[in-house]
T-cell receptor
């Protein structure tokens, strides 16, 4: 059974703090992993995509890593801002599969 | 370059009515995916389509739900005889190709069944 787990479910941090969001998955036959943010009542915005052959991807203040052997991915957000407040979702794609399997997300609140 | 478009954004239906949700993929994308997000749950895959073909419908409920992606026009997710349990956010995503490329999501359609 494929599972994607995100811990913690919710996180509050003061503005300016660096933080790490965790994503773990049970099956190492991963093709790629994608991080999204979802604002309340809105759609999903793709943040970073990591192919299975890659170890990390960076975009601005965001850095995502992938460790297939341990079944983990982390999203690092540097110098957090109130505008980063959202729910962050990770989703994995298995080799040969057509769809993404989503975690239930981490709800991040950055306090000004 | 417009992103993935979905309409309507909000849809209210009474029990027993039909709901039709539309999705226009990004320009140049020929792969469309539908996902459903039930209240307080994660997104779950429903169906994957290419133009005029359903490729994978392993996540679709067996009854009342259907999807199409015609040669011309948007992809349609159709729910017949809606029930309260169908209330959810329905998201459409598109990609350039199925494997190497990111899926880009639309803003979703929030269906409320009264």
């Amino acid at each position: 059974k494929q599972e994607v787990t995100q811990i913690p479910a919710a996180l509050s941090v003061p503005e300016g703090e660096n933080l790490v969001l965790n994503c773990s998955f049970t099956d190492s036959a991963i093709y790629n992993l994608q991080w999204f943010r979802q604002d309340p009542g809105k759609g999903l915005t793709s943040l970073l995509l990591i192919q299975s052959s890659q170890r990390e991807q960076t975009s601005g203040r965001l850095n995502a890593s992938l460790d297939k052997s341990s079944g983990r991915s982390t999203l690092y957000i540097a110098a957090s801002q109130p505008g980063d407040s959202a729910t962050y979702l990770c989703a994995r794609r298995e080799a040969g599969a057509n769809n993404l399997f989503f975690g239930t997300g981490t709800r991040l609140t950055v306090i000004p | 370059n417009a992103g993935v478009m979905q309409n309507p954004r909000h849809l209210v239906r009474r029990r027993g009515q039909e709901a039709r949700l539309r999705c226009s993929p990004m320009k140049g994308h020929s792969h469309v995916y539908w996902y459903r997000q039930l209240p307080e749950e994660g997104l779950k895959f429903m169906v994957y389509l290419q133009k005029e073909n359903i490729i994978d419908e392993s996540g679709m409920p067996k009854e009342r739900f259907s999807a199409e992606f015609p040669k011309e026009g948007p992809s349609i997710l159709r729910i017949q005889q809606v029930v309260r349990g169908d209330s959810a956010a329905y998201f459409c995503a598109s990609s350039l190709q199925v494997n190497l490329y990111e899926q880009y999501f639309g803003p979703g359609t929030r269906l409320t069944v009264t």
